[in-house]
């Protein structure tokens, strides 16, 4: 019987948690430039076309694959809320403009970077444990605290998670500012009166809320939790 989270519910305007990691657990950036690549793969999906007919991967490697067709990005058709990165798996929290962009996003942008990694790393194979998990974000309580939980991947310590490079988290604190992040949707909940009608244990900030906010969001967003296994 499979998962759970991998009979994907693809239902159009809907949040989705969504995640990945390397096949046998393995690494899948190994360096600063493989992370690079992975950011600049779902800046260029996300963002307007542009007029060059460049690779994606020429700004980040200086390699400039001959394709039939250029790549197409998803404008308009997915959003990216947030991201992080770790050493052997990512999270990412989209919301679907269109039904298919999602699935589309994720195709796109796992093929394209398992291609660079083989081709960089002299290797054949699967590079992601089959298919991407997602489960769709029933309600905003919910749709919070997983951006809580994906911003608290790296290692919660004082002042580190504003200092990871690889997490959209700078972006919420406003130390810093990306084009092809939407971070609206969570930070409104912190607009009065929003805040008042939802239990964040005196948290007026999202900072206070990632940092301080005592109750495990795994207790929280339950089977939203989908790196479980």
Not at 28 to 50: A, C, G, M, N, T
Not at 154 to 167: E, H, I, N, V
Not at 170 to 178: D, Q, R, V
Request: hydrophobic share 30%; aromatic share 14%.
């Amino acid at each position: 019987m499979p998962a759970r989270d991998s009979v994907k519910q693809y239902v159009e305007g809907g949040f989705y948690h969504v995640y990945n990691r390397g096949v046998e657990r393995r690494r899948i950036f190994l360096d600063d430039q493989d992370y690079r690549v992975f950011l600049h793969l779902l800046k260029f999906y996300l963002s307007q076309p542009q007029a060059s007919g460049d690779h994606p991967l020429k700004e980040v490697t200086g390699f400039n694959p001959v394709r039939p067709r250029p790549l197409s990005t998803l404008y308009k058709k997915v959003e990216l809320l947030c991201y992080c990165l770790m050493p052997n798996h990512f999270h990412l929290l989209v919301r679907q403009l269109d039904k298919e962009g999602m699935e589309k996003l994720l195709r796109s942008l796992l093929t394209t970077y398992a291609m660079y990694f083989n081709r960089r790393y002299d290797r054949t194979g699967h590079l992601f444990q089959g298919t991407y998990r997602a489960a769709l974000v029933e309600n905003d309580n919910y749709l919070l605290h997983l951006s809580r939980y994906i911003h608290q991947n790296p290692p919660l310590k004082k002042g580190y998670l504003s200092q990871y490079p690889y997490s959209s988290y700078p972006n919420y604190i406003g130390e810093k500012e990306t084009e092809w992040l939407n971070t609206k949707p969570i930070l409104s909940f912190f607009d009065r009166p929003k805040i008042n009608k939802l239990n964040l244990n005196g948290a007026t900030t999202y900072k206070k809320f990632v940092e301080g906010y005592r109750q495990d969001p795994k207790e929280i967003i339950g089977k939203l939790a989908i790196d479980r296994e």
